[in-house]
């Protein structure tokens, strides 16, 4: 009864990646830092995209093991880790106080390439939150102190409600830092960097951090 279940509009869908052999991904020419490989593949998505290259899919657990992913916006990197913002007592922010096990992913269609990077996630200082929630436009700050995200609402009007409220006592634009609101650091473990190939061959590189610190390189079937 199931001989039927692949839907033929789904099914047919397929793109071969063919690719300048320069975008080929080859042990010799890697960066023996993952972060900096990173740095030079997110410098090429950015050439191309400046306004969305830094979408991230961010994927968390709680105790439970079930998984729940969402996108989320990279607001910093460096060797210490990748950060993003967000409301601590969102979904994802109760996992992460359960579980600090998460992975982040970016695609970039138009390059061909995923980066999968997997670790373990802490908050980031009180005053890098406040430095990064203060460069926000207003209406973002409003947005954030109005927004008790994740959480059933009574309805849109209410929510929009809320945010004229709290625009009209901080129209001096002295907004505080929400208590529950703020930034997460992604400590990398594993990084692994995949560039699509023709006939589905493709390149995947994968950076796994030893107990010595020092990145180890394997490429990965695909």
Known sequence: MYTNFM???????RKDYIFDRSNNLSEKDILPDPVKQFEKWFGDALALDEHE????FLA???????????TVL????DESGFIFFTNYSSRKGSELEENPNASILFFWKELGRQIRIEGTVTKVSREVSDAYFHSRPLDSQIAALSSAQSNVIESREALDSKFSELKEKYKDGKIPLPENWGGYRLIPER???????????HDR???????????????LAP
């Open 7 to 13: 839907n033929k509009n789904t099914a047919d869908i």
């Open 191 to 201: 990084m692994e960097f995949w560039q699509g190939r023709q006939n589905r061959l």
């Open 74 to 77: 990279l607001k910093g990197y």
């Open 205 to 219: 590189i994968l950076y796994s951090k030893e107990k010595n610190g020092v990145w180890k390189i394997n490429r």
């Open 60 to 70: 968390t657990s709680a105790k439970d093991a079930k998984p729940s992913l969402r």
């Open 53 to 56: 290259a830094n979408a991230m």
